[in-house]
């Protein structure tokens, strides 16, 4: 199998665009969800991960509360809440031990 070899893109700090793609769910090292963004001006996806536990205080419920009305005792799918929603958000680009790679600031995204 040939794959084709890519230039690298990187993804400039600051505000962008996007809509959500998909809600993936992960066990390792701990419970999370990861919420997949595909960015309007680079074509690709960014990950933003949360731990997976829903309240009004946590990273996840003031994600999903942007877009829903969160209630003690309900039960939420974050991907039917989310997928296919235009949102707007801001990157920082952070070293890693793997290389230089753009996220998603926390609580940064907001719907368009």
């Known amino acids: 199998m040939e794959i084709e070899v890519q230039k690298h893109i990187e993804l400039e700090d600051g505000k962008h665009s996007g809509e959500i793609t998909r809600v993936e769910y992960r066990e390792e090292p701990f419970r999370y969800t990861d919420v997949f963004v595909k960015v309007d001006e680079a074509g690709f996806e960014i990950k933003y991960g949360c731990p997976t536990i829903l309240s009004e205080k946590t990273k996840l419920g ?42 998603i600031a926390d609580n940064s995204i907001k719907p368009l």
């Not at 209630?71 to 990157?91: H, I, M, S």
């Open 62 to 103: 003031k994600l999903l509360s942007k877009f829903t009305e969160l209630k003690p005792g309900q039960k939420l799918d974050p991907a039917k809440v989310l997928v296919g929603k235009r949102v707007a958000f801001v990157t920082v680009t952070e070293d890693t031990d793997n290389g230089r790679f753009a996220r």
